[in-house]
Structures are given as C-alpha cells and as structure tokens.
C-alpha cells in the first residue's frame, strides 16, 4: 500500500520537508497544503527587497507548478487545516475536506503578532506577501513612518524606508536598546548609532499608549506624554505560533508544538514538527527551544524527512542556531547563543566602524555565540567552532587570525 506523508503549510518549512522526502528516496504520497492561494514563496525578502521594489513575487517564489509535478509533489492551495485527528491519522480543511496520512509534518509558523491597537487604515504588519505589498504602496506614498518594534523585522523596515527615500523615519519600542532578545545592552547601542546616522529617529524606552485616526493621518500616543505624527505605522512586536487549529488535536501544544528530540510531537510518533511552530527538545541545551529563523526550518525539515523515511536511524536534532539580517550596508549575523549574561568580547576587523565580531562566552570561558557584521570570514570561523568545544580565547585567536590572512591575500 502506498503511504502518504500531508505537510500543512506551504512557507520554507513545508516546501523544502516536501522536497528532502525526495531526496531521501520517499516513494510515497506527498500532499502539500497551504492556506494562502498563492504559490509558496520566501519569506525574509519581504521586509527588505519586495518593500524596496527590488526583488518581485516570482523571483522569491520557492516551489512552482511544474517543479511540483515534476517532483511527484500534490498542492493544495487555499486551502487551510481545520482541525488534525491524530488517532485517526486525518487532516481536516476547510470546508470539511478529510486527508488521510501514515505520517504528518505540521509548519504552519507564526503569524505576526496583532497590533493591540486595534486594526486600521494606515496600520500595517509584515508577515505575508500581501502584507509586504500593501506596505510597499503605502511607503511610496510617502509621509512620516512610525515603526512600533525594534526587533529585526521592525529594524529591516526602517532601513528600506530610508532606503526609499523617507526622510522622516520613527522607530518606538518600550525596550532601552534594539535587538534586546539576543544583544546585550553594549553591543546593541551599536545598532542604536547605527539608525540614528542614518537619519532615523529612535525612541526607545517608551511605549505607544494608542494609535489614533487624525486629520492628515495617525497620531501614535507615546507614554512619554509626546504624539507622533505619521501616514504610516508598521506593528512589529513579535508572532505567534499558528496552532490554534490543533487545540483538539490532543497534541501538547505551549508556545507551539511540543516535540521530543527528532522533531516528533510528544506520544504521536507519525505526527512531526518544522520550524516557527516547533518547540522541540533541542538535547545539547537540555531544554525545549523554539526557533523563528530561515535557517532552522530548512535544517529541521532534512532531518524530519530523514525520520520519516527512515524510523529504524532516528536523527536527533541539535542545530547550531543562527540568523541574519540586512539593515542599510551591515550585513548581521549571529550564530549560537547571544546576548543575556554571557560575557563578551568585541573584536574588530578591517574597518571597525563596520567590520566587526562579537564574542560570547559562559562564565568559564566556554565560547557559546557570535555576532557578526560584515565580515564572513569570522562568521565561518565562528560557526565552524560552535560544532565542537572551543573557548573564547581559542575562537578570538583563529577570528583575528582571519583578519591577518585577509591582510596578507591583500598585499599578495
């Protein structure tokens, strides 16, 4: 009989679950469902060069129709997941549309987070194509932006805004620095200075009391008593898992999916978890983690087609976290653990004022993470020492070693 695998959700995580099933020599059933009726597409250039006009919706399409057909791969578009009978091993759509599986991979990710200021003309999040695009319009319009957020989707859009040419740029959030989820205080006031000499103004430690409709276009109330003015507002504090429709299920759902270490939803061995909507237990920390990042959800969705494939040769998964972000002319990398009490170093690169490294390490010396900026070869080295036990002191010597072989390929 042949087997059918149903992965819900047609984001990074679904598509390239879909497409490692293949590689892995799956011969079964592959049935992709997705609740947007547009062709998967990839997220992270949606706050950067689709905002910017300069990347369209077919070049960050991730999977079409024929490479679908080609790859033995069903879509299911516009079709959204209602509820998952997990004893039954049935996915329900909308519309009461029954799928029956020998194993599921729910990706469903995250939504972002609503505006708490209620939905209206002007407001704006950044989660789907649609959204980028009604963003995109809005900013060419012109007018002042105020940005509620501070955190990387909040930071990118301030940087394209400026990018486009708006000169009256805002960036609030109740938070003292930018980024605070995975920098310190110190390292952060970097990226602070780096929005304020690009022409942004940063109002952080104060938070948005209201946001309301005035005569020539919003009026954000601050707690600091002050009133911005704006044509645009973009809301971006945060997302939330998209698990609501398994709260029948009988899955452990807490911030979403709970999974044990390959990626499986604890006492449901067929039902498995990718990226923004997994909390697994991630071994080498000990603890459940749930990761918001590109880059896990294409790693977990490999070992999750393995498993699938092949039951009897379980992968665990422990991935080496790791993020990026494009802001004006710095490209931001972390890998690792960042922020929070570790101790840290900083060292600089060919140019300080933009090239540079930032060390994490534990009490004892242990090298844990890294912040990046404009430099690759750092990040290489940096990720390379994440894979095995490494201290600070090592890590900062083969990083100011790359620094030196750079020179000397310069001179040469």
């Not at 759509?93 to 995250?110: H, K, N, P």
Request: net charge neutral; hydrophobic share 45%.
């Amino acid at each position: 009989m042949t087997r059918t695998t149903v992965i819900v959700g047609s984001s990074v995580g679904g598509v390239r679950t879909a497409q490692a099933l293949r590689v892995a020599g799956y011969d079964g059933e592959v049935v992709l469902v997705g609740e947007e009726h547009t062709l998967p597409y990839d997220k992270p250039p949606l706050s950067k060069g689709m905002l910017a006009g300069t990347t369209t919706a077919d070049a960050i399409a991730l999977l079409t129709e024929p490479a679908a057909d080609k790859a033995g791969i069903r879509l299911m578009l516009g079709r959204p997941a209602t509820r998952l009978h997990v004893d039954e091993r049935i996915v329900e759509l909308a519309g009461g549309e029954r799928l029956a599986f020998d194993d599921v991979v729910i990706a469903t990710g995250v939504r972002a987070r609503p505006s708490p200021w209620g939905e209206q003309p002007g407001v704006h999040v950044v989660r789907t194509l649609d959204d980028a695009v009604a963003l995109g319009a809005a900013l060419r319009q012109g007018g002042p932006l105020v940005v509620i957020g501070a955190g990387f989707i909040g930071a990118e859009v301030a940087a394209t805004a400026r990018g486009l040419g708006l000169e009256d740029v805002t960036v609030v959030d109740p938070v003292p620095v930018p980024l605070s989820r995975v920098l310190n205080p110190a390292v952060a006031e970097r990226f602070t200075r780096l929005h304020a000499d690009r022409g942004v103004d940063t109002r952080f430690g104060v938070g948005v009391l209201g946001i309301d409709q005035a005569a020539d276009g919003l009026a954000v109330r601050l707690t600091d008593g002050t009133t911005l003015r704006a044509a645009t507002v973009v809301v971006g504090i945060g997302a939330v898992p998209n698990d609501e429709w398994l709260r029948s299920s009988g899955l452990q759902i807490d911030d979403g999916v709970v999974c044990d270490q390959y990626s499986r939803a604890v006492g449901a061995p067929h039902v498995h978890a990718v990226g923004d909507v997994a909390r697994w237990f991630h071994r080498r920390h000990g603890r459940l983690v749930r990761a918001e990042h590109w880059t896990n959800a294409v790693e977990q969705a490999t070992c999750v087609a393995h498993n699938i494939v092949h039951p009897d040769r379980l992968r665990t998964y422990e991935p080496v976290e790791y993020v990026w972000s494009d802001q004006y002319d710095w490209k931001i990398q972390l890998a690792g653990q960042t922020g929070g009490d570790l101790v840290h170093v900083t060292v600089g690169g060919a140019d300080p004022t933009r090239t540079f490294a930032v060390l994490y390490a534990d009490p004892d010396g242990g090298f844990r993470g890294a912040v990046t900026v404009n430099w690759p070869r750092a990040l290489i080295a940096c990720r390379r020492a994440l894979t095995a036990t490494h201290t600070l002191v090592e890590v900062r010597r083969t990083v100011e070693a790359t620094l030196k072989r750079a020179s000397v390929g310069a001179a040469g």
